[in-house]
């Protein structure tokens, strides 16, 4: 059962599961090693299990240990950093490899050394125990089985691996609880339902749509990285999906949701899901994947929205949609942040989109030299798949950019020159 803590763990030997050393990096092998040679409990833990017991290959590992972390930093030496407040945690370096060591946790009311609660909420988490408690304050039944490197077993203490035979993602302990202990649990009820094709335990799911509204009490930057991890997994389509059905969409994009609520048309609905599916199809070609380009996608119908009240009173298209730009991003960073390095370049993206419909003249060449063209340029495709009246716009564009010197300069027809301003007389007069 998820309820309650199983003293005697299942124990599955070596000949029962699929968790092999080989498929497991050497820089965590190096780890659980060096931490069971020094006398401690050394176990792999979490998604890295979870994903070995599937056959799947684990994007991270991570360590759990009775060790402190400052008995783990003795241990590692320099190539080890301490970090974190709220969850103090090791990070031992293998050159470019981090290994995430964590010390046995456990439930905590609040009023212990190194544990805060407020509100229901944990602010802290540095209450440490033994890998029974740790594994009853795990948030989901599958995300608590731990690989244990002395005999090779893997050790489920909550019914994880049973869960994981029914495809089902189950909370560990009572579900509101928890959600209120961490709102951003219910965000990774839904990237894991749609990353492992789980259904979420009707115990599990039902509180989310009350609860949801409690992710607007989480800080807006952390919440930028739980987005990245949504979309940026492999399945932003379906993790979109699961977002509005839980409601969730709306606590962290209330704007974009808003918009799609009310649209009298596909288009906004179509664009956001054909972006999606373009990140999709990136990531699995392991192709580079910008934040800029997810949220140009996300906001770009409250962007609209905007621009065309601006442009209703009186505003230039690009006063309009640069004033709705520092608008809409400020107004979504009460929820969500977007880091600077990226907005900027989401405003670029919006900015270039009216400049991109002035495709002649000397103008539209510069403009293919600009160092935003290119995801301009894929968000104008973007649009035009959507629906919008641009198809020919962005033909023009794709067909331009493969055209030789002669076939661009016939393409954007007469380039005039620059008038040359005069130049300004020198006064030769010398000073009396």
């Not at 059962?1 to 000949?15: E, H």
């Not at 731990?146 to 189950?170: E, S």
């Not at 298209?317 to 520092?326: P, S, T, V």
Request: hydrophobic share 40%; with cysteine.
């Amino acid at each position: 059962m998820a309820g309650s803590i199983i003293s005697t763990p299942t124990i599955i030997p070596r000949s029962e599961h699929l968790v092999s050393r080989a498929a497991i990096s050497k820089a965590a092998l190096k780890v659980l090693y060096q931490l069971m040679d020094a006398g401690y409990d050394s176990y792999l833990v979490g998604g890295c299990v979870r994903d070995l017991m599937l056959g799947r290959e684990p994007k991270d590992f991570d360590v759990a240990t009775n060790a402190s972390p400052e008995q783990v930093k003795a241990l590692f030496g320099r190539g080890c950093r301490l970090i974190g407040r709220r969850f103090r945690l090791a990070h031992v370096r293998f050159g470019r490899e981090i290994i995430e060591v964590a010390t046995f946790r456990a439930q905590h009311s609040g009023e212990e050394a190194g544990g805060i609660i407020e509100d229901g909420m944990i602010l802290r988490d540095n209450v440490f125990g033994t890998i029974e408690e740790d594994a009853w304050r795990r948030d989901f039944t599958i995300n608590a089985l731990y690989y244990n490197i002395r005999d090779f077993t893997v050790v489920d203490y909550v019914g994880g691996v049973d869960d994981l035979k029914r495809g089902l993602l189950h909370m560990i302990g009572d579900a509101e609880t928890r959600y209120r202990e961490d709102p951003v649990r219910m965000l990774r009820a839904a990237r894991f339902a749609a990353k492992l094709g789980l259904r979420i335990h009707p115990d599990s799911e039902k509180p989310i749509f009350a609860l949801a509204p409690l992710l607007q009490d989480i800080p807006p930057s952390r919440l930028f990285e739980e987005v990245l991890k949504l979309f940026q997994g492999g399945c932003a389509v379906q993790s979109f999906e699961l977002l509005r059905h839980y409601g969730l969409f709306a606590a962290i994009f209330p704007f974009t949701e808003q918009c799609l609520s009310q649209q009298k048309d596909d288009h906004p609905l179509t664009l956001l899901i054909r972006a999606l599916e373009n990140t999709d199809d990136r990531v699995q070609a392991d192709k580079a994947v910008t934040p800029a380009f997810l949220f140009a996608a996300l906001l770009w119908e409250p962007l609209r929205q905007l621009t065309g009240e601006l442009l209703a009173h009186g505003k230039t298209e690009l006063q309009a949609i640069q004033d709705a730009a520092r608008q809409v991003l400020a107004e979504q960073s009460r929820f969500v942040t977007l880091p600077k390095r990226f907005s900027l370049r989401t405003r670029d993206i919006w900015a270039m989109q009216p400049r991109l419909q002035r495709n002649s003249g000397r103008r539209a060449l510069l403009l293919l030299d600009n160092p935003g063209f290119r995801a301009a340029y894929d968000f104008l495709l973007l649009r035009a798949e959507s629906g919008e009246d641009l198809h020919e716009l962005a033909a023009w564009w794709t067909k331009i950019q493969v055209a030789d010197a002669d076939e661009r300069l016939a393409m954007c027809g007469p380039v005039k020159k620059r008038a040359r301003r005069p130049r300004r007389r020198r006064n030769k007069s010398k000073a009396p």
